[in-house]
């Protein structure tokens, strides 16, 4: 009888673990094997924004509805200080502090990458390299610094707050 029993159980839990996974989308766990990318948003509404990346050395360019903004080899937004802007191009300085930097990081050049040479493309003739007081090199479009933003971590986010002091960089 308890033979019986042990059987039925098994069974019943073979039953309602085969419905429990077939009412859940793998493809939100990882799982390797699985495409991750269904075409659907989180919220499971279509995507809306396809994004195309145009790389160029250190940067991109992104192309999305809204138009062509700078990431960086990642292809995570770049962004610029508006303070920034009035600089001229013989003492370039980076105008977010320490502070600052919690939140916008600095995209600076790689310890093993190789610099930026003289170039003919219309848009890495803008970018230049500024040497920070820490002695790390970051990366300028003109005289303008480029920085991420903390909460920006997948291609197509935009999450530094595009008010006061900050704007997307744009080739």
Known sequence: MNKKISIIVGVLLVIASVYWL?????????????PTDTGLQTNNEP????????????????????????????????????????????NIKASCNAECEKTWLP??????????TESTDALLSKINVLLRADGKRQYTLGNQALYRHLSDVKLGDMNGPITGDWM???P
């Open 107 to 116: 995209y600076t050049v790689g310890e093993t990458e190789p610099g930026i």
């Open 22 to 34: 077939s009412t859940i989308n793998l493809t939100n766990y990882g799982i390797p094997g699985i």
């Open 47 to 90: 995507k809306t924004n396809s994004i195309s990346v145009t790389k160029k050395g250190p940067l991109g360019i992104a192309n999305d509805q809204g138009g062509e903004y700078l990431v960086d080899k990642d292809g995570l937004t770049l962004y610029m200080n508006v303070k920034d802007s009035k600089q001229t191009s013989t």
């Open 168 to 170: 997307v960089a744009k």
